[in-house]
């Protein structure tokens, strides 16, 4: 079965420092999503993004959040410059219809130190 | 009020019970309605779709009442591998260039021998 997969499964970076965050969605899908879950919280929207554009995006990514997807097949999340509190677990999710179920990426840890 | 509340649990039962959770959501505009499971840190996994008549998959079973926005899953004859966190979420259907999921914090299950 085809599924989404997100490199790194593990970031340890320093507070002001920039990240990336790559996924590389299921190839037919056109819809994409990056959501995080803070340890022991729920996991919350970031981020959906269709037709090489920010179709809509929660409170939380601020200025400091960017998504891009640079070729036909990955997608980034970058935060310019890390805060402690950005420290989570960071989901990619992608579907192919806009009503289908998402398909959720296993993750990537974010440390801020 | 939180917009999806679930109960966080635990709930330990042993192999073999019935066990049943419970969902409310707030926003009566939401269209779409979803049971996903989460093993300790590791990625959400869609378990099913929920409809309006009820629908069963297995042991599985949900059920949505609308009009007081409640949505429950039962699991019959539960296995030690059901053991999981069970998350309870929803959308505003797909519109445009997305389909925002927002998660309930997930009701806890271990089932015991």
């Known amino acids: 079965e085809p599924e989404v997969t997100q490199t790194p499964s593990h970031q340890v970076t320093q507070m002001g420092q920039e990240v990336i965050l790559r996924c590389v969605p299921i190839?037919?899908?056109?819809?994409f999503y990056w959501y995080r879950q803070i340890l022991g919280q729920k996991v919350e929207f970031l981020v959906s993004?269709?037709?090489?554009?920010?179709?809509?995006k929660s409170e939380i990514f601020d200025d400091q959040f960017s998504v891009e997807r640079p070729d036909g097949s990955n997608f980034t999340l970058k935060i310019r410059s890390t805060k402690l509190e950005d420290s989570a677990m960071y989901f990619c999710a992608s579907s192919d219809l806009v009503s289908s179920p998402l398909h959720f990426g296993n993750g990537t840890r974010l440390t801020v130190t | 009020r939180k917009e999806v509340e679930q109960d966080p649990g635990p709930f330990n039962v042993p192999e073999g019970a019935t066990v049943a959770f419970n969902c409310t959501y707030s926003?009566?505009?939401?269209?779409?309605f979803f049971w996903y499971r989460q093993d300790c840190r590791k990625e959400p996994k869609l378990l099913m779709s929920?409809?309006?008549s009820g629908n069963e998959d297995g042991r599985f079973t949900a059920q949505l009442n609308r009009a007081s926005q409640y949505i429950s899953l039962l699991i019959r004859d539960s296995k030690l591998s059901d053991s999981a966190t069970y998350l309870c979420v929803v959308s505003r259907g797909g519109t445009g260039g997305g389909n925002k999921l927002t998660f309930g914090t997930g009701t806890q299950l271990k089932v015991e021998l």
């Open positions: 190839s037919n899908h056109l819809y």
């Open positions: 993004f269709y037709n090489n554009e920010i179709s809509e």
């Open positions: 926003n009566s505009a939401s269209q779409s």
């Open positions: 929920v409809y309006s």
